[in-house]
């Protein structure tokens, strides 16, 4: 009988601000190890629960987003594949959603900055209060994770990769499975920017962004080219949210992008005539529980996007 490794911890401290191959490891693990990693929420602490709008504006934008690694993986090597399971989470307890100018689906509408802090039960997990308008049932995940790129320099943190990082898929919760493609010499994995809950496309910019520990387990596939990352799910992934049925828009149009404005516009539009919320308000509450879909893509010219509202929120 193999005898099992121990749990390492990996404290926030060991945190960088971008991808960067040349980043020295922070710690070197067998595969097959299991790691508690101390994660940063996306403004790496900026907000507390003190904080009013003007901290929005004040946000280090440079330090966004901070992962905790890079963690070295014995053997791996460009071919491979890291296998990722997400064990656990251990959220904080507290969390916020900003509207940041610039930033966001509809940034051009929204130009104005937007603070909303929550605070949640850090054990029960039951859903969380959006002040008087709603309560969003909460399914903590990593929205950042990911290996250093072959490409050298440092690479902003901000957009996505092949080598995975600022992913920001809802369903990268406990239990679910990661398949990553490994460009250098021990992986080099690294994960961050945790949240307590987010709707598919988190269409503001922003989730409930929360700090929190995640237990993950790293194995090692060898010789396994692999294009793109790709994960698999424990079980159904938006039961926490179909309970109540959905209020549902839609875009239409030859452009996916426009589609996805159109389909957010009316979700809205309607969150303001019928919840009578301040139009900011809905669009934060639209990206932390309203998820965006591609409901059709063959009937050229024009394609349809959808976007989900779960009417659960509200009851």
Known sequence: MSQALPIKTIHGHHCHHGWDNSIAAVEQVAPGSTLTVVCHDAAGGHFSRDSGVEAVTSMPFERINPVTGPIHVDGAAPGDVLKITLNDFTPSGFGWTANIPGFGLLADQFPEPALTLWDYDRQALSPAAFGQHARIPLKPFAGTIGLAPAAPGSHSIVPPRRVGGNLDIRDLGAGSVLYLPVEVEGALFSIGDTHAAQGDGEVCGTAIESAMDVSVTLELIKDTPLAMPRFSTPGPVTRHLDGAGYE???????????????????????????RNMPAEQAYMLCSVCGDLRISEIVDAPNWVVSFYLPRIVFE
Do not use: C, S
């Open 248 to 274: 549902v828009f839609t875009g239409i149009g030859p452009d996916l992008m426009n589609g996805a404005r159109q389909a957010l516009e009316g979700a809205i539009e309607w969150l303001v005539k019928t």
